[in-house]
């Protein structure tokens, strides 16, 4: 077992496998990635960077495609639902 | 601001099998080659993730690319060609620029979603998007999953999950029992191809295989707990964690159309040796026609040879190519969409997912232009990528001329100077 690598989402601390991207991470976290114009939560669709379901606010840059971005240790993000 | 950009021979844009194969070929004549993708990491969806591949067509050309001289940018997202062989970009630590003698466009495909009740809650994703996500770290393991749409890669995908403890309740697949035979025998004129099949086959011994089945709601509070499938006339509900839905594939054209080249029928047309319309410009894989990696591989390669002066070469493999078309339009035709998939879609059911616009608000509209205008469909981040095949499929709207920038870019990006970009060859991936 690889050594697992510590983020934060939405103020918790999650474990996981390196190479692990963020939109994974938060859905191990069970924290949604955002909410819709109409108040639905939401989590990602295509997984390949197209629908920007998946966005939230990673080391204080907002909007970050994070089935995009594989997490970093000690990474902060935050989604806003 | 130029003198500040990297100068290449041959930009190939996107990194999966049609793009290592351009990139390699094109470096093959000695000349100054870059790849660059959105991605984190090269291998497009097909062979994301697989550093240490499984698939040896994966493994050769990876390990072509790597003793290759090509530089790679990964993360590295086209935005715009703001003149004629330059393109600017975005990277996650800012802009940069490229300038380029040949451009090959190997841009790929994304999966296609037709909206039904329930198919914004969380946990319903595309069929490549859950592959994706268990790639990126996603635990699947004694999960239930139920596979839909159409399209070879349902098998694909529903093989690789329960090939990492997922439980595949079900796959269900929309074309017909009678489309899929006939496709199974014109396999025959594609050895590999059967053999992948019946691989398939194999792996998914006691999964439920539906055909002329598709999924009429999601349901969930906030998060899918459950699905209803029809199957032969009698609607069943099937209890899951994940329903991966995704209906084939739509080719990534948004580049294409913004360097001007000309599609046909919704692919980028091209000639024998990938030339789009635009000098200079090719373009290979499946913006060019939905044929699998395959053909990706084999237009990649000419377009590269072609784009690094090897004409004669390119030439020889035009009938390898002739030869593999005849499969993919095999494929276009076995999943074609039937027609009782849009009433999947209800007036109540949204449609854009960016901005919550559902299919009453956009009937009254009659063009995508006028639906974007007055109810804000496609104005969102995904700039209409995933509602504009859904509304032409569902109300026979075609989408419009594509605008820089073509996917959301931070405003300091479009503003600041680029910075020199850092690539880096294959060999320290």
Redesign the interface.
Same mark, same amino acid.
């Given at each position: 077992m690889p050594e697992q690598i510590a983020v934060t989402v939405n103020g918790a601390t999650v474990a &996981?496998?390196p190479?692990?991207?963020v @939109? @994974? @991470?938060m %859905?191990?976290a069970g924290a /949604?990635c955002r909410s819709? &114009? /109409?108040g639905? *939560?939401?989590?990602? *669709? $295509?997984? %390949?960077? !197209? $629908?920007?379901?998946c966005?939230a606010e990673i080391d204080g !840059?907002a909007?970050s495609r994070s $089935?995009?971005? &594989? $997490?970093v240790s000690g990474m902060n993000i935050k989604t806003d639902a | 601001m130029r003198s500040s950009n990297s100068q290449f021979d041959v930009i190939v844009v996107g990194g999966g099998p049609a793009g290592i194969a351009s990139a390699v070929s094109a470096a093959q004549s000695g000349k100054r080659v870059a790849i660059a993708d959105d991605n984190p990491a090269l291998g497009g969806q097909i062979w994301r993730g697989e550093t240490v591949h499984s698939d040896p067509a994966a493994r050769a050309w990876i390990s072509k690319l790597r003793e290759s001289a090509v530089l790679l940018f990964p993360g590295t997202r086209v935005f715009d060609q703001p003149v004629p062989g330059t393109l600017n970009a975005e990277t996650l630590d800012g802009r940069v620029a490229f300038d380029y003698g040949k451009l090959i466009l190997a841009t790929g495909a994304r999966e296609r979603f037709l909206p039904f009740p329930g198919w914004t809650l969380q946990n319903v994703m595309g069929a490549g998007a859950l592959q994706a996500l268990v790639k990126a770290g996603l635990p699947i393991q004694g999960k239930r999953v139920v596979v839909a749409g159409t399209g070879p890669l349902l098998l694909a995908v529903a093989s690789y999950l329960k090939k990492h403890g997922a439980i595949v309740v079900a796959v269900c697949e929309q074309a017909s029992r009678a489309s899929l035979a006939a496709f199974a025998l014109g396999l025959f004129a594609h050895p590999g191809k059967i053999a992948q099949a019946w691989e398939l086959r194999g792996e998914l011994a006691g999964v439920d295989l539906l055909t002329s089945a598709w999924p009429l709601t999601a349901a969930g509070n906030q998060i899918l707990e459950s699905v209803v499938i029809s199957s032969k006339r009698t609607p069943k509900r099937i209890a899951c964690d994940y329903l991966a839905c995704g209906f084939h594939l739509v080719p990534n054209t948004e580049l294409a159309s913004l360097v001007g080249c000309r599609l046909e029928g919704g692919f980028v047309q091209v000639d024998d040796l990938q030339n789009t319309s635009v000098p200079n410009v090719f373009c290979a894989g499946e913006p060019t026609g939905i044929g699998g990696v395959d053909l990706a591989l084999l237009e990649g390669q000419i377009a590269g040879l072609a784009a690094g002066g090897h004409r004669a070469a390119a030439e020889n493999l035009r009938k390898q190519r002739a030869k593999l078309r005849s499969f993919a339009r095999s494929l276009e035709k076995t999943f074609q969409l039937r027609p009782e998939l849009k009433r999947l879609t209800t007036p109540e059911t949204i449609v854009c997912r960016c901005e919550d616009v559902t299919l009453s608000k956009l009937r009254p509209h009659g063009s995508w232009r006028a639906a974007k205008l007055q109810s804000r469909c496609g104005m969102g981040p995904c700039q209409g990528r995933i509602c504009g095949p859904a509304t032409q499929f569902l109300l026979g709207w075609a989408a419009e001329s594509v605008r820089p920038p073509v996917l959301p870019v931070k405003l300091r990006n479009l503003t600041y100077e680029s910075d020199q970009p850092k690539g880096e060859l294959a060999s320290v991936m």
């Open positions: &996981v496998a190479g692990t991207s @939109a @994974a @991470a %859905m191990i /949604s819709s &114009v /109409s639905e *939560l939401r989590g990602p *669709l $295509c997984g %390949m960077g !197209v $629908c920007f379901e966005r !840059v909007h $089935c995009q971005i &594989v $997490c | -």
